[in-house]
């Protein structure tokens, strides 16, 4: 079954732009979490989304947002780009209900903003 | 912020020999996992261990979880150049419900397997 897949892979923005990145979860896998990686702060935790609805939120300003639609693909968007906003953005998703924690990451979107 | 500290940040060790890796975690969690990153690539799931569960085996894996003392380690045994990746920890909070989907990630142990 195709993984988790995340668009587009690379990009590159400058200061003050917005960006949207893309999230497509495994089939059933119904809960998609964004983490942001860099080498400084390392993974960290954005959001989760189910059912359409945000159910977990990290310690992120509001310039970074999500959303999930009815099919379980979810975006996210930074507006107003900073240059620390460079990173690995990563999309991972999970099946509710099957007791396990184990998330299926995607491979991953890299912004670089100049 | 990250939960976990891992040790060593960096190992680098020759085919067949074992590569360990420690973790430590600061809050109550349910669950322990880890999880392998290829360089720039997504992370892969490895193995997840219970709060309950003492010592879990996958294969060429074996992970350890003592909640007394708040860490894990991470063994892999008779590495191969393949195993060359950066391998996390992430814990999920006991104190947040349905926080599955929200994990801490420690900062990572890079481990170079050379032939």
């Known amino acids: 079954k195709a993984g988790v897949t995340q668009t587009p892979r690379y990009l590159i923005k400058t200061r003050g732009q917005q960006v949207t990145l893309s999230c497509s979860p495994i089939?059933?896998?119904?809960?998609v979490s964004w983490y942001q990686q860099t080498p400084g702060q390392g993974l960290q935790f954005l959001f989760e989304?189910?059912?359409?609805?945000?159910?977990n939120k990290g310690n992120f300003p509001g310039r970074f947002s999500g959303r999930q639609f009815s099919n379980s693909r979810s975006e996210m968007n930074v507006s107003t780009l900073e240059l620390g906003d460079s990173a690995l953005y990563l999309c991972?998703?999970?099946?509710?209900?099957?007791?396990?924690?184990?998330?299926?990451f995607g491979e991953g979107s890299r912004l670089t903003v100049l | 912020s990250q939960q976990g500290e891992e040790d060593p940040q960096a190992l680098s060790i020759q085919e067949g020999e074992n590569a360990t890796m420690n973790c430590s975690y600061k809050?109550?969690?349910?669950?322990l996992q880890w999880y392998r990153q290829n360089s720039g690539r997504g992370l892969v799931h490895l193995i997840l261990?219970?709060?309950?569960?003492r010592e879990k085996h996958s294969g060429r894996l074996r992970v350890t979880l003592d909640t007394s003392k708040k860490s894990s380690s991470l063994l892999i045994t008779a590495s191969r150049a393949a195993d060359t990746a950066s391998y996390f920890c992430?814990?999920?909070?006991?104190?947040?419900?349905?926080?599955?989907?929200?994990?801490?990630f420690g900062a990572g142990t890079q481990v170079v397997v050379t032939p």
């Open positions: 991972a998703a999970r099946r509710l209900g099957a007791n396990t924690g184990e998330l299926f």
């Open positions: 089939s059933g896998h119904r809960s």
């Open positions: 989304y189910f059912s359409e609805t945000q159910r």
């Open positions: 809050t109550s969690i349910n669950n």
């Open positions: 261990i219970r709060s309950n569960e």
């Open positions: 992430a814990t999920d909070s006991l104190e947040a419900t349905d926080s599955w989907g929200k994990l801490q």
